[in-house]
């Protein structure tokens, strides 16, 4: 396995456990064991169950990414299991003054004007400045969040289909108000301890990258390389979900497709296992437009 200064790296797929996996996921994931696989990375899997999980979903994805003929390294890793890690990297940040209490609700936050150029729905630090009176004030009406104090408006990463791309970084939430860790702080933790120097994922994820990597380097993490690829979409343009209809691996062997043969046939790849995909794939060769999916009739 490839090591940096001794340290195995790896690439990884991390769904949540909140339902199936419908073919865009398998796809996605294909695409992440490939790129992991032929750079002669570990490929990892983490379930990333912090918020909903429906009982018996975990057992099911794995099971059909094993069927897909997807295999990983270790252990599965779960968010859950991780408070000690994500409360560590909280307490360093507080420690040096980067965490401060947010009680804005999510729908103050969308109503918010926000600071010119940046992205609707960005935190335009409405309680960065409180002062101790405000605060206390404000934690009699409702629990505070923590909100990470952002240094920069902007930071640059690298991915390796969309080349360097700069976003907008704001003041995200690293705890919710009910004490969650905030999915931004887990990812960024989990990532880092596990080594992954590599994140492929769905395109409509690449804006979230610049705030990730951003808070990466305040852990004293190196960002990783992202690979970004074409979304799914169903007939109507839409990220395509699973009320879609015959769009999860059950579903569709059901109905008699070969779920393998069309996520390859969607890449322009021939029909082959993927291991046996490794000596031929090519990353820069991939279709670069969402993959429209039409569920059988």
């Known amino acids: 396995m490839r090591r940096h200064n001794g340290t195995v790296t790896a690439g990884r797929f991390a769904p949540s456990p909140s339902g199936d996996l419908h073919v865009g996921n398998l796809r996605t994931a294909l695409l992440a064991w490939l790129c992991a696989r032929q750079s002669d990375r570990e490929f990892l899997l983490r379930v990333e169950d912090l918020d ?34 994500y409360d560590a990297a909280l307490a360093s940040l507080a420690g040096r003054g980067l965490v401060y209490e947010c009680f804005c609700t999510r729908r103050e ?9 940046a ?8 309680c960065r400045d409180l002062t101790e009176d405000e605060r206390a ?31 907008a970084v ?10 969650a860790v905030a999915y931004n702080l887990a990812v960024v933790v989990d990532d880092a301890h596990q080594g992954v120097d590599q994140v492929v994922r769905a395109d409509d994820l690449l804006s979230s990258a610049p705030r990730q990597a951003y808070l990466a380097t305040l852990l004293g993490a190196t960002p990783p390389t992202y690979v970004h690829v074409p979304l ?11 009320r879609d209809g015959a769009v999860t691996y059950a579903d569709l062997t059901a109905a008699g497709v070969d779920v393998l043969g069309a996520i390859t046939s969607s890449l322009g790849l021939d029909r082959a296992t993927p291991q046996e995909l490794l000596s031929t794939f090519d990353l820069a060769a991939i ?8 569920p059988p009739t």
């Open 287 to 294: 279709p670069r437009e969402p993959w429209v999916f039409v």
């Open 137 to 167: 004030q404000r934690r009699r009406e409702r629990p505070a969040a923590l909100r990470l104090r952002a240094g920069t408006a902007t930071f640059t990463v690298e991915d390796a289909i969309h080349g360097t791309y700069e976003g």
């Open 109 to 117: 936050v969308l109503e918010a004007p926000s600071a010119p150029h």
């Open 232 to 242: 799914t979409l169903n007939v109507d343009g839409r990220r395509l979900a699973k």
């Open 170 to 179: 704001d003041d995200v939430v690293l705890r919710r108000g009910d004490g």
């Open 119 to 126: 992205p609707p729905g960005s935190y335009p630090g409405t």
């Open 52 to 85: 909903r999980v429906r009982p018996g979903a975990e057992e099911g994805q794995l099971a059909d990414l094993a069927s897909l003929g997807l295999t990983w390294d270790g252990p599965v890793v779960r968010q859950s299991e991780r408070a000690r890690l």
